[in-house]
C-alpha cells in the first residue's frame, strides 16, 4: 500500500510540475509578446521611423494628402497648389539612403535636416499627432518661400499676380519723364513688392488700346512694358523725328524743320536752340540705310518712347562714310499731336 502511495504522489507531482512549466512557459510567451509590440510600437513611433514613413509616402506621390497635413496656411499669393508645388520640386529627385541630423526645435517639435550623399534636401518639423493618431509623430517639410520680387506697373495698367489684381500703389514719375516743362503732367508707375511666393509668380496686365507684356529682369523683377496694339502712326513720326535730328547735326535739315518735332519748353529743345552745326564738313548727300523699329513702349496713352537703329551716310565725292545710330525717341501727345521731348543715344 505504501508502494503504490508513492507512486501516486511522484505522478501527482510530474503533472503538476508539466502544468506549472506549460503555464510559466505561456506567461514568458505572452510576456515576450508584450514586449515585442511595446518595442515595435516603440520602434515605430520614433522620430526617425516617422520621418521614413514620411519619405515613403513622397516616394508614393501622396502630394495632395501631404500638403493637406502640412498645416499650410494659404496666403493672399499662395494657395495650397503653390505648396504641393515646391514639395515636388524639393523631391524632385528620389531620396533613395536618407540621413537625418536633428538640427532644432524643442522636445515637442523637433527640427531634422534630410540629408542624402552630404548634401541637404529638405527640413523636417515634427509635431506631436493628435491623441487617437495611429503614431505618435506628424512630420511636415519645412517649405520657405521665395524671396520677394518687385513688379513695376505704369499707372494706367492694370495687373495682378496668380489671378489677385495689385491695387494701393504708392506711384511716382516715370522714369525719363522728369525733363518736362512745368504744366504738363508726367505718366507715373508703380511699384510692388509681393512676398510670400512658393514659385515663380503669374503676373497678368492689361489696359485698353494697348497689348501688355511682362518682361524679367534680374532678381526677382519685373517690368510691365504696354505697346500699342497699332503702331504705324507712332512708328512714321518717332522715326521722322530721327531721320531729321542726324539730318540736322550734318546741316541737311533746317532748325525750323527739327523744331516742327520738337516739345518746346524741354531741355532738349533748349539745346537744339544753341546746338551749332556750322562746324560739319561740306558733302555730297546722306543717306539713310537699314532702319530698324526695334520696340516701342508706352508710359501713358499719350506717351512713348521709340527705340530704333540705322546707319547714317555721308557722301563726299566719291566717299562714303558710315555712322551706325541708334536712338530713343521720347514722344507725348500735347493737344491732340506728338511732340518729341527727348532724343537720346543709346
Same mark, same amino acid.
Given at each position: 500500500?505504501?508502494?503504490?502511495?508513492?507512486?501516486?504522489?511522484?505522478?501527482?507531482?510530474?503533472?503538476?510540475?508539466?502544468?506549472?512549466?506549460?503555464? +510559466?512557459?505561456?506567461?514568458?510567451?505572452?510576456?515576450?509578446?508584450?514586449? /515585442?509590440?511595446?518595442?515595435?510600437?516603440?520602434?515605430?513611433?520614433?522620430?526617425?521611423?516617422?520621418?521614413?514613413?514620411?519619405?515613403?509616402?513622397?516616394?508614393?506621390?501622396? /502630394?495632395?494628402?501631404?500638403?493637406?497635413?502640412?498645416?499650410?496656411?494659404?496666403?493672399?499669393?499662395?494657395?495650397?497648389?503653390?505648396?504641393?508645388?515646391?514639395?515636388?520640386?524639393?523631391?524632385?529627385?528620389?531620396?533613395? !539612403?536618407?540621413?537625418?541630423?536633428?538640427?532644432?526645435?524643442?522636445?515637442?517639435?523637433?527640427? %531634422?535636416?534630410?540629408?542624402?550623399?552630404?548634401?541637404?534636401?529638405?527640413?523636417?518639423?515634427?509635431?506631436?499627432?493628435?491623441?487617437?493618431?495611429?503614431?505618435? /509623430?506628424?512630420?511636415?517639410?519645412?517649405?520657405?518661400?521665395?524671396?520677394?520680387?518687385?513688379?513695376?506697373?505704369?499707372?494706367?495698367?492694370?495687373?495682378?499676380?496668380?489671378?489677385?489684381?495689385?491695387?494701393?500703389?504708392?506711384?511716382?514719375?516715370? *522714369?525719363?519723364? !522728369?525733363?518736362?516743362? !512745368?504744366?504738363?503732367?508726367?505718366?507715373r508707375h508703380a511699384t510692388y513688392t509681393i512676398e510670400g511666393l512658393y514659385r515663380p509668380p503669374e503676373?497678368?496686365?492689361?489696359?485698353?488700346?494697348?497689348?501688355?507684356?511682362?518682361?524679367?529682369?534680374?532678381?526677382?523683377?519685373?517690368?510691365?512694358?504696354?505697346?500699342?496694339?497699332?503702331?504705324?502712326? +507712332?512708328?512714321?513720326?518717332?522715326?521722322?523725328?530721327?531721320?531729321?535730328?542726324?539730318?540736322?547735326?550734318?546741316?541737311?535739315?533746317?532748325? *525750323?524743320?527739327?523744331?516742327?518735332?520738337?516739345?518746346?519748353?524741354?531741355?532738349?529743345?533748349?539745346?537744339?536752340?544753341?546746338?551749332?552745326?556750322? /562746324?560739319?564738313? !561740306?558733302?555730297?548727300?546722306?543717306?539713310?540705310?537699314? +532702319?530698324?523699329?526695334?520696340?516701342?513702349?508706352?508710359?501713358?496713352?499719350?506717351?512713348?518712347?521709340?527705340?530704333?537703329?540705322?546707319?547714317?551716310?555721308?557722301?563726299?565725292?566719291?566717299?562714303?562714310?558710315?555712322?551706325?545710330?541708334? %536712338?530713343?525717341?521720347?514722344?507725348?501727345?500735347?493737344?491732340?499731336?506728338?511732340?518729341?521731348?527727348?532724343?537720346?543715344?543709346?
Amino acid at each position: 500500500m505504501k508502494l503504490k502511495s508513492q507512486k501516486r504522489s511522484r505522478s501527482r507531482f510530474r503533472r503538476g510540475l508539466l502544468i506549472f512549466t506549460l503555464v +510559466m512557459l505561456c506567461a514568458i510567451a505572452a510576456a515576450l509578446v508584450v514586449c /515585442w509590440n511595446m518595442l515595435a510600437d516603440y520602434e515605430a513611433n520614433t522620430p526617425e521611423s516617422s520621418m521614413r514613413r514620411y519619405l515613403d509616402r513622397v516616394s508614393a506621390g501622396e /502630394w495632395d494628402a501631404l500638403a493637406a497635413e502640412s498645416g499650410f496656411e494659404p496666403t493672399q499669393y499662395a494657395a495650397l497648389d503653390d505648396y504641393e508645388a515646391a514639395l515636388r520640386q524639393i523631391y524632385a529627385d528620389p531620396v533613395a !539612403d536618407p540621413v537625418f541630423v536633428r538640427t532644432g526645435g524643442g522636445e515637442s517639435d523637433p527640427v %531634422y535636416t534630410l540629408k542624402q550623399g552630404g548634401e541637404k534636401v529638405a527640413e523636417l518639423q515634427l509635431t506631436r499627432a493628435p491623441e487617437g493618431s495611429e503614431y505618435e /509623430w506628424g512630420v511636415r517639410t519645412v517649405v520657405e518661400p521665395m524671396d520677394p520680387v518687385s513688379i513695376t506697373v505704369p499707372e494706367f495698367v492694370r495687373v495682378s499676380v496668380n489671378g489677385v489684381e495689385l491695387t494701393g500703389g504708392e506711384f511716382v514719375t516715370s *522714369a525719363g519723364y !522728369d525733363v518736362l516743362p !512745368d504744366g504738363i503732367d508726367p505718366p507715373r508707375h508703380a511699384t510692388y513688392t509681393i512676398e510670400g511666393l512658393y514659385r515663380p509668380p503669374e503676373i497678368t496686365a492689361e489696359a485698353d488700346g494697348v497689348v501688355c507684356e511682362v518682361r524679367a529682369g534680374t532678381e526677382g523683377t519685373y517690368q510691365i512694358e504696354a505697346r500699342p496694339t497699332d503702331d504705324t502712326a +507712332m512708328w512714321e513720326f518717332a522715326e521722322g523725328a530721327a531721320r531729321t535730328y542726324a539730318a540736322f547735326i550734318t546741316q541737311d535739315a533746317t532748325r *525750323a524743320q527739327l523744331n516742327a518735332y520738337l516739345l518746346p519748353g524741354t531741355e532738349f529743345y533748349q539745346a537744339m536752340q544753341e546746338f551749332y552745326n556750322g /562746324w560739319y564738313i !561740306d558733302h555730297n548727300a546722306h543717306e539713310f540705310r537699314d +532702319m530698324e523699329h526695334v520696340r516701342i513702349h508706352m508710359s501713358s496713352p499719350d506717351c512713348y518712347f521709340a527705340e530704333l537703329t540705322f546707319t547714317y551716310i555721308i557722301r563726299m565725292g566719291s566717299k562714303e562714310y558710315e555712322y551706325p545710330s541708334h %536712338y530713343s525717341v521720347g514722344c507725348l501727345r500735347v493737344n491732340g499731336e506728338w511732340k518729341v521731348f527727348q532724343i537720346a543715344t543709346i
